[in-house]
């Protein structure tokens, strides 16, 4: 699976923090779902009901509560939920994710210029597989990246409205990450 091409087909992600939300990712018309908050106890079984309705599975690692992001934890979580691939803001489970070979969204948040260009210097040496770029309405550092790196990007976080998904598409995010489910199938 390429997630470029991925996102290509489905530029808006629905992403899942509780069952209402789960319900209605699993009837939009995404291919795939962001897995944003779970458990140890529930993750497996809302993986299973994604991938029981064709979607591909993306769990953010670093909300399952009750897991911790050690090797043994991630790795548990990549052989026993069926998942995709995950999303992290931990180097070190980017790491693992590829040493996995199981594709690996890093997230980052962009506050001001010393961790923009920490940004740029951890997904040259990681490698994810895509980015994510938090908060996602600020489309002049998605175009700044998208014109550093040759990554694919995902702007989430604070898109709330129609204008915030075309403006960061406009900007070179190729995916658009958000809960809110009234923007799932903009």
């Keep these: 699976m390429k ?9 808006v992600i629905p992403a899942v923090k509780n069952d209402i939300y789960l319900e209605e990712a699993k009837n939009s018309s995404s291919e795939i779902v962001f897995v944003i908050i779970s458990n140890l106890l529930n993750v497996a079984d809302i993986v299973a009901e994604l991938k029981k309705v064709g979607k591909i599975v993306f769990v953010h690692v670093d909300m399952i509560e009750g897991l911790s992001s050690s090797a043994y934890g991630v790795e548990y ?8 691939g995950i999303i992290t803001t931990k180097h070190n489970v980017v790491s693992l994710a590829n040493k996995n070979e199981i ?3 890093q997230r980052f948040f962009v506050l001001d210029s ?7 210097a951890h997904i040259r040496e990681n490698k994810p597989s895509a980015v994510e770029i938090l908060p996602g309405i600020m489309p002049k550092i998605i175009k700044k990246i998208k014109n550093i790196l040759n990554v694919p990007i995902i702007a ?15 900007a070179g ?5 958000t809960t809110d489910k009234n923007l799932w199938e903009s």
């Design 156 to 170: 989430g976080g604070l898109i709330d409205e129609k204008e915030d998904v075309i403006n960061a598409l406009k």
């Design 173 to 177: 995010a190729e995916g658009i990450s």
């Design 3 to 11: 997630i470029r091409e991925v996102l290509e087909r489905n530029p």
């Design 103 to 105: 594709p690996v969204i």
């Design 77 to 84: 979580i990549i052989k026993n939920t069926g998942l995709d």
């Design 114 to 120: 010393f961790s923009f260009k920490n940004t740029i």
